[in-house]
T-cell receptor
Framework: GAVVSQHPSWVICKSGTSVKIECRSL??????MFWYRQFPKQSLMLMAT?????????EQGVEKDKFLINHASLTLSTLTVTSAHPEDSSFYIC?????????????FGEGSRLTVL | AQSVTQPDIHITVSEGASLELRCNYS??????LFWYVQSPGQGLQLLLK??????LVQGIKGFEAEFKRSQSSFNLRKPSVHWSDAAEYFC?????????????FGTGTQLKVEL
């Protein structure tokens, strides 16, 4: 199956710094990628839809100035957590849709665990 | 708006026993339904999906799920559980919007397998 890779898989940062997480589709082109956030022992909450070459669409309640999303190419989307605070600590997961593959199927990255001290 | 309910937060079964994980959904049209499995600290792996057609769907690792429109359910089953099946299982319903897939996830069911 198609592979989606996230980097870094694990990051610790100081409060007030910014952290960038990359999501790459390794063997397919993804015009649309999705960013999810997962709190411990909870479900995944969709944060935003990332569209190649255009602005991301954020879900209600998600601060777009805090969670910057860039989808510069058909294989790469980045999520930047700006001025991170401890409450931003979470597991962030991206997914991508293979436009040429089975309709509706999303492939998920391995996730990136962010810990803000 | 779509929603998914997984009534069981935790389930414990003995290895070799059968398994059924419940999922109920709410969606205004014909739903696209998915089951994903997540091991600790890992991303999600697709077990199976339902878009249309046969309501009994076969997936990977010996899992199957049955779509029951009258009950708004999409329960996941496995006839004989293996210890390696211990993980978190998520049911999701999808909406296709402008070429993208917006998935809404249930809260998950943690499966523990006793040897």
């Amino acid at each position: 199956g198609a592979v989606v890779s996230q980097h870094p898989s694990w990051v610790i940062c100081k409060s007030g710094t910014s952290v960038k997480i990359e999501c790459r589709s390794l063997d397919f082109q993804a015009t649309t990628m999705f960013w999810y956030r997962q709190f411990p022992k909870q479900s995944l909450m969709l944060m935003a839809t990332s569209n190649e070459g255009s602005k991301a669409t954020y879900e209600q309640g998600v601060e777009k100035d805090k969670f910057l999303i860039n989808h510069a190419s058909l294989t790469l989307s980045t999520l930047t957590v700006t001025s991170a605070h401890p409450e931003d600590s979470s597991f962030y997961i991206c997914s991508a849709r293979d436009a040429s593959g089975s309709a509706g199927e999303l492939f998920f990255g391995e996730g990136s665990r962010l810990t803000v001290l | 708006a779509q929603s998914v309910t997984q009534p069981d937060i935790h389930i414990t079964v003995s290895e070799g026993a059968s398994l059924e994980l419940r999922c109920n959904y709410s969606y205004g049209a014909t739903p696209y339904l998915f089951w994903y499995v997540q091991s600790p600290g890992q991303g999600l792996q697709l077990l199976l999906k339902y878009f249309s057609g046969d309501t009994l769907v076969q997936g990977i690792k010996g899992f199957e799920a049955e779509f029951k429109r009258s009950q708004s359910s999409f329960n996941l089953r496995k006839p004989s559980v293996h210890w390696s099946d211990a993980a978190e299982y998520f049911c999701a319903v999808g909406a296709f919007t402008g070429g993208g897939n917006k998935l809404t996830f249930g809260t998950g069911t943690q499966l523990k397998v006793e040897l």
